[in-house]
């Protein structure tokens, strides 16, 4: 509990209130709780110790998105490999992020996203033909695993390449649970692994769960009342805005 000690209320105030925001972002556009929680959260307490804190909420939101959908059973079938590659780069790349050394990693990671999603806006949507997925799907889940392993966000290349497969709406955001599902406990076992996330961390990052559940049932809300193409522009537009944000955070 030592290094949790120094939250005072206004501290904690602030957790709520950050995880309660990331919980709308992803309920609206499937993703992005743990990037604006690492992005607001580094700003007040290390990169290791917000990753930490940020496990049990991003936990129970993702799994809440992934039991939500219709094709959970398919898209783990077709996914597989791609979860495998998540798993063994998480793992393998969680040494940058206990070691404290994350600021060009988490700029070059906002800088590729901020690109994507600017590209995709103003250009045609990338397409991923089916007879390639075989070897992409392994292939981009170790990178997105071994950038997780070094910033604790989750989005960069699964994000891109789920959503180049052509997916329908609710598939998407089923995807995207399935790929931070894996991804949020595979950090948590690099973490673990390498002695940065203890027991006294699980009960302490589960006192964001609420906030974050609250948040992301708002986001829901909305996002179930607007169309496919207002979604994918919206989706984009916040990717963008991510982007953004992780560069200047890692800049400034």
Not at 51 to 63: E, R
Not at 121 to 144: F, I, K
Request: net charge positive; aromatic share 10%.
């Amino acid at each position: 509990m030592g290094q949790w000690r120094m939250f005072d209320a206004s501290i904690w105030f602030a957790i709520a209130l950050t995880f309660f925001m990331a919980g709308v972002v992803k309920g609206v556009t499937g993703m992005g709780l743990p990037t604006v929680a690492m992005g607001v959260l580094g700003a007040i307490m290390a990169p290791v110790a917000a990753a930490a804190l940020l496990i049990v909420p991003s936990f129970v939101t993702n799994v809440w998105q992934l039991a939500s959908g219709p094709s959970f059973a398919a898209l783990t079938r077709r996914l597989w490999p791609m979860m495998l590659g998540i798993v063994l780069g998480t793992v393998a790349g969680s040494s940058v992020l206990t070691s404290g050394q994350t600021r060009w990693t988490t700029a070059g990671l906002g800088a590729a996203l901020a690109v994507y999603a600017a590209f995709t806006l103003l250009a045609r949507q990338l397409s991923v033909p089916a007879r390639q997925e075989t070897w992409l799907s392994p292939l981009v889940g170790l990178t997105t695993g071994l950038i997780t392993g070094g910033t604790g966000v989750f989005v960069i290349p699964a994000v891109p390449y789920l959503q180049a497969l052509g997916l329908s709406k609710d598939e998407l955001i089923q995807g995207l649970g399935l790929s931070f599902t894996v991804s949020t406990v595979a950090l948590a076992v690099g973490l673990g692994w390498r002695g940065a996330f203890q027991l006294d961390g699980l009960a302490l990052s589960s006192l964001a769960v609420a906030p974050a559940l609250l948040g992301m049932w708002l986001g829901q809300a909305v996002r179930s009342r607007v169309s496919a193409e207002t979604f994918r522009r919206w989706f984009l537009v916040c990717l963008l805005l991510l982007g953004i944000e992780l560069v200047l955070k890692s800049i400034l």
